[in-house]
């Protein structure tokens, strides 16, 4: 088992400022609603959850592929998590996984690839934390 813990700290009200870091120091980064709503800089929740996403999805895919004897020269994915401010009650009411391999070996077809890409979404762990979302799609593109 390994526990991985972010923190967030925040000063004032709704119209306040914080910051979302990693234990591991990777990420420090601020946050605000202006951030999260409007587009200004710094981060924001649903941007991270993105980031976590793509890069389990990721790592999922390639051991799937590797384990049916597929080399991987490179995926590149993007988690693209649509959150509505639903009148105050905001919601993620969709994510969007799009992803690009370039694989080789053990004579995998595109139909192959779309299969795998199918079972790393359901099944990598952070699409699993992710299944209260109420949409999850996927574009795979095998690039042999």
């Not at 813990?5 to 709704?14: L, M, V, Y």
């Not at 941007?47 to 799937?64: F, K, N, P, Q, R």
């Not at 590149?76 to 690009?100: A, K, Q, W």
């Amino acid at each position: 088992m390994a526990d991985h813990k972010g923190t967030a700290a925040w000063t004032g009200d709704i119209k306040g400022s914080g910051t979302l870091s990693t234990e591991s120091g990777a990420l420090n980064a601020p946050y605000s609603v202006g951030s999260r709503f409007e587009g200004k800089q710094g981060t924001n929740p649903e941007e991270l959850i993105g980031a976590a996403h793509a890069g389990c999805y990721t790592m999922y895919l390639t051991s799937v592929l590797t384990k049916h004897g597929h080399q991987v020269e490179s995926i590149t994915t993007t988690s693209t998590v649509t959150m509505n401010p639903n009148n105050g009650h905001p919601v993620i009411e969709r994510i969007h996984v799009s992803t690009e391999g370039r694989v080789s070996g053990g004579n995998i077809t595109d139909e192959d690839f779309q299969k795998h890409a199918e079972d790393a979404k359901a099944n990598c762990p952070v699409s699993k934390a992710l299944s209260a979302v109420p949409e999850m799609t996927l574009d795979a593109k095998f690039v042999g």
